[in-house]
């Protein structure tokens, strides 16, 4: 007795009418099939494909990070079918479609036997084998409505995938077939195509896999989600027709150990992730940026471990593109707007050897007493002692800051703060790491401020008219040099060395921001802690071989200063013309005890007049402080408080007298007031003081 003779008629009655739906098939696909077009151009589905990864781009197309957007599938790149491996290409043809290269889209004698083996499995209550080949099953991954619904296809679904196969066939070439086939096939759970399968399952792309992983990669095909143990058996049949066959052991510990766990595909790209995490908003997305992924990882490399709470950037001074932005582990920690604290000080600086307040040999005092504004001194800081400029602004100092604030005038100090696009308020600045970075760009630049930029300009004219000057090339220079090293060369001279960089850190200390320029790049490092180091490597790591400093402008007066008593080692500095000296006097205390002037120091002083009388005091002082200590400004009288004094600075040329309690004239000097005009571009770089802020440093 048969096997259906023990199921009973009704079974064979449903076996034999499935066999009268099969040999209809096949009748009906030997006759003649539509003509008209049913499946798309191969570029027209390459171009449709979208990776389920965004990717972002360095200057030169290289990939910097790849940030997963779509969470329905897993897809990667289009995979050419040219860089597939041989065996991939050979496990494919011989486990889903040997006549691959001899048909035209349908396999005629595989689907005659087929169809006549369907019968007995019908009738045996098997499942029955297919006969679709691999243009038939890339017909259905094309078009859903021919793909597999439920168990089996219906007559009408297998007619017309048989029609669009023979449509790509027509169309497009072989390898096109296999390129894409290999690219829109699911292979297991969510991953689809070739390139997520091998990155997923074996961590490598599609050219590197060999005979082993071929097998089981295609044994996938039939069934992406099916256990590990019937893959295992269905690799074994497909490797017995390969030539040599790889051994079914090893396939079935492969599949074991591959199959049996999650996959893990982690981001191929990693080297700005953060920046990738607030850049990248669609899936399959490219997004081109100004970053070059040679100095990026130089500056990954040079930050170490220290990368995780650090965030540093990379300007190139000539067009303010970013070069390198790292900003943490997680967000973006390179635009988070954070205290400045003395980080402006070389602004600050500037803004005093510009009107005249100072110069490079200058000498300040560096304790809490007398000063014109209130403040509150943190341990260990202010040594009570006098220290030049020069020495001042290289250690950030705290209280010689003050004391220029003073003679400079808050509104001052905020409308070249607001030229340099660093908004303050009530006396303090929060900025992003590039944006502080930016205006010491324009210190490298000769005092010329332009945009910083991270994603390319369309035209070279987008951004014409976005340069207009902040500092005079003199003073720019002059607030590098101080901030430089120097070494000594064999002549006796001295040189300066190729970078400038300050140090600064906010009040609580909460903030430490290192800043500095070579000639080729502006490089700007902020943590939570001291990272004046991390400055050097990352400033050697880009820029291992500086040029050295620019020469000084014309204009600017080199003297050999030295100090009395000799608070510092003598030494070459540059001036503004009119304030020159090769002496400086740096005692505050006359030899009998008796007060003298401190500020203002003699020569001539520049107020601006966009500011309006009386929003710039000057500060007068005298050391030490004594009782009834009496100021006269031409023979007018000034009020003061322990021998310090406030005056709207007047132009014209002006005598100062400090006198005792009992009108006694201890000391006099003289000095002179002159009216600086700013410019039209100056004027005009100048926003009102409450603009909102502008776009987002991404936009720019």
């Not at 083996?117 to 691999?134: C, H, K, M, Q, Y």
């Not at 005979?211 to 989600?225: D, K, M, Q, S, T």
């Not at 490399?301 to 190139?316: F, M, P, T």
């Not at 990272?531 to 020469?551: F, K, M, N, R, Y």
Request: overall charge positive; hydrophobic content about 40%; proline content about 8%.
């Amino acid at each position: 007795m048969t096997a259906f003779q023990r199921r009973g008629y009704p079974a064979r009655r449903t076996a034999l009418r499935g066999a009268r739906y099969s040999f209809l098939f096949a009748l009906a696909v030997m006759t003649t099939l539509p003509a008209r077009a049913m499946a798309p151009d191969f570029d027209t589905v390459r171009a449709a494909w979208r990776s389920s990864e965004a990717r972002l781009l360095d200057r030169h197309g290289q990939p910097l990070a790849e940030l997963r957007l779509d969470f329905s599938e897993r897809r990667l790149d289009w995979v050419d079918a040219r860089t597939l491996s041989p065996p991939l290409v050979r496990a494919l043809l011989v486990a889903e479609d040997k006549r691959f290269l001899e048909h035209s889209g349908v396999d005629w004698t595989a689907l005659a036997g087929a169809t006549w083996d369907n019968i007995w499995r019908t009738l045996e209550g098997r499942r029955p084998r297919g006969a679709s080949t691999l243009t038939m099953q890339l017909a259905g991954l094309i078009d859903p409505a021919l793909s597999l619904q439920g168990k089996r296809r219906s007559v009408g679904q297998k007619w017309d995938q048989a029609a669009a196969a023979r449509d790509i066939e027509r169309r497009w070439n072989k390898a096109q077939i296999l390129e894409a086939y290999f690219n829109l096939a699911p292979f297991r759970g969510e991953l689809r195509g070739i390139s997520a399968a091998s990155h997923g399952l074996f961590g490598k792309d599609p050219g590197s896999i060999d005979a082993r992983e071929a097998v089981v990669l295609a044994a996938l095909l039939r069934g992406p989600n099916a256990p590990p143990e019937r893959v295992a058996r269905r690799a074994c049949a497909v490797a017995k027709r390969l030539s040599p066959p790889p051994p079914c052991e090893a396939l079935q510990a492969l599949a074991e150990r591959t199959l049996s766990q999650r996959y893990r595909l982690e981001p191929r790209w990693q080297d700005a992730l953060p920046l990738a995490r607030r850049l990248l908003r669609t899936p399959g997305e490219r997004r081109t940026t100004t970053l070059d992924v040679r100095l990026q990882k130089k500056t990954l490399d040079a930050l170490g471990s220290a990368r995780r709470d650090a965030a540093a950037i990379v300007l190139d001074n000539l067009t303010g593109e970013a070069l390198a932005w790292v900003g943490g582990e997680d967000n973006d920690a390179v635009v988070r707007r954070l205290p400045a604290g003395s980080a402006i000080q070389p602004f600050l600086y500037g803004l005093a050897l510009e009107q005249r307040w100072i110069s490079a040999a200058s000498v300040l005092d560096d304790s809490p007493t007398l000063l014109a504004l209130p403040a509150r001194p943190a341990a260990g800081e202010g040594s009570g002692r006098l220290l030049s400029v020069r020495s001042a602004l290289s250690r950030s100092a705290e209280f010689p800051a003050l004391r220029l604030r003073a003679m400079v005038g808050d509104e001052a100090l905020a409308q070249r703060l607001r030229q340099l696009e660093l908004e303050s308020s009530a006396g303090s600045v929060r900025a992003a790491l590039p944006d502080l970075a930016n205006a010491y760009r324009a210190l490298a630049n000769e005092g010329l401020w332009s945009p910083w930029l991270l994603e390319p300009v369309s035209s070279p004219s987008e951004g014409a008219g976005s340069e207009r000057r902040v500092w005079s090339p003199a003073v720019a220079w002059l607030i590098g040099d101080l901030l430089s090293s120097r070494s000594s060369q064999a002549n006796g001279g001295e040189r300066r060395l190729g970078f400038a960089r300050a140090h600064g850190r906010s009040s609580d200390g909460g903030t430490h921001w290192t800043i500095g320029w070579t000639r080729r790049y502006t490089i700007a490092v902020r943590g939570s802690q001291p990272i004046e180091g991390l400055w050097q490597s990352v400033a050697q790591a880009v820029d291992p071989l500086p040029q050295e400093g620019l020469p000084p402008p014309a204009g600017l007066e080199r003297t050999r200063v030295h100090f009395e008593p000799d608070i510092e080692p003598e030494r070459d500095e540059f001036f503004l013309p009119g304030t020159r000296q090769a002496f400086v006097d740096a005692t505050h205390d006359l030899p009998d005890g008796r007060p003298r002037i401190v500020l203002p120091a003699p020569g001539v002083k520049l107020v601006s007049a966009a500011i309006p009388g009386g929003r710039q005091p000057l500060l007068f002082e005298a050391r030490p402080p004594q009782p009834g200590l009496v100021w006269h400004i031409n023979g007018e009288r000034v009020p003061a408080v322990e021998g310090r004094a406030l005056w709207a600075p007047r132009p014209g040329r002006h005598r100062l007298v400090l006198e005792d309690a009992t009108g006694l004239q201890i000391e006099a000097t003289e000095f002179e007031i002159r009216l600086e005009h700013p410019t039209a571009d100056t004027l005009s770089a100048l926003p009102a003081p409450r603009t909102p802020p502008g776009p987002t440093p991404a936009s720019r």
